[in-house]
């Protein structure tokens, strides 16, 4: 069975058969225990009428008398002490019965035959067309004991309801089983449009159309389905967009390392202070270069989802300190004012990480400050579990439409800066990763013109 759809319906067959024997196993039970003693009861009765009525009107002619009650849908067996025997109706397929019981019949005993036959798996008995199924009851004709024999004609009475009965089922199956052919390629169709749409998926066609309308759960199926191909095809995107934006990275500098080093050996007649100018380019664009694939490094050791934080207790205040004072050079050649409001805080985290960002914010703030600005930092306390760290800068800020994106890898505001003011693009991306991972929360304020503030609310103890 190769497909979904042949499973289906031959299980669904399988089904429906197997019920049918195990419903007339079931009924079958039911007859013997129950309709069969009723059935006897009956009948006994009935061959009773037959005798008491002939035994009151002995004048009738008996073959008369019993061949119209054979009509009426009756097997009749009559039988003497001298084995003189007669038959009335349909003839019985087995004439099974022992000498014993027409003694006994026929010394004036009633034979219960019908209750008496033995129950069998497959028939229930009712339909057993044999001498032994009937039921015996003695009869005297002028004086005579006989042994009358007395069982209903199924065929004659219940022929046209067996036919009925037979075609009832025989439709039932029938129309079952075309019902079941349609049905399961209805069950089974979205199946295998889903199948089809991985295909697509994994030919990287993610523009997939699903019935995503249906409430049950191959709709759920399709719904969750058609998510995760748009996330695929969003995640896709975003690598492609990436892969480009790495490119682009380490391209423009090796473009211009190859330009001004073909241009200092090519000619001569370059003068020294030149020279030097094109040397200095040569070694900042290679440090582009090396802080790019540092950061992408760390980016990716950071998207880890495994990645474990080194934690260690330290003080805050003096950690931020230490990152200051190493970029002293920096805002001091910007002739910038830097102001450190720092409580005193011990915080249980990752020391290397957090160094990185308060790196990334303060250089961001030198960087888009002018000359004659001012950077504070601020940490405080915002409750017994968290710390709230602030860096605040007097520059160039951000415009409002540009705040929800800075924090996208390789987003830069002015995309047209100057490489020597710009960086990759990659710094708050990672800061806000840094952050994310401590169990804290980075948030932007800027207004154009005026300044920028980074506010970061950070767990004292990492748990
Ligand atoms: P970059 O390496 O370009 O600085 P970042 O991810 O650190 O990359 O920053 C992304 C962009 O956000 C920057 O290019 C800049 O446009 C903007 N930005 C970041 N910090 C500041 C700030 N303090 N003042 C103004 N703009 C900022």
Known sequence: MKTLYLRFVFITIAIILSSGIIAFF?????????????NDEKITQFAKNIATFYEQNPETPIQDYLNNISHLGFQIYLVNKQQEEAFYGESFRNQNLTPQVIQSVLAGNTYHGVAQFPPGLFVTGFFDNELSNTIGVPLTIKGQPHALFVRPDVVKQFGEMRIFFA????????????????????????????????????????????????????????????????????LEAMRQEFVSNVSHEIQSPLASIQGFSQTLQSDQQIPPETRQRYLKIIEQESKRISQVSKQLLTLASLDKEERALEKSTFNLAEQIKQAVFMLQWNWQEKDLAIELDLSEIQIHADQKLLHQVWTNLLTNSIKFTESGGTISVVVKPISKKEVQILFKDTGIGIPTEELSSIFDRFYKVDKARKREVSG???????????????????????ELGRGTSFIIQLPITLL
């Not at 990759?424 to 804290?440: A, C, T, V, Y």
Request: proline fraction near 2%; glycine fraction near 8%.
């Open 167 to 234: 075609i009832l089922v025989s439709l039932m199956v029938a129309i079952s089983i075309l019902l079941i052919l349609l049905g399961t390629r209805y069950i089974v169709k979205p199946i295998t449009t889903l199948t089809e749409a991985t295909k697509k998926i994994a030919s990287g066609n993610y523009g997939i159309q699903l019935n995503v309308q249906r409430s049950d759960e191959i709709g759920k199926l399709a719904r969750h389905f058609s998510k995760m191909a748009s996330s695929l095809a969003r």
């Open 26 to 38: 079931l009924s079958n039970i039911y007859y013997q225990m129950f309709l069969k003693p009723v």
């Open 424 to 446: 990759s693009g990659l710094g708050l991306s990672i800061s806000k990763k840094i952050i994310e991972l401590h169990g804290g929360r980075i948030q932007v304020e800027s």
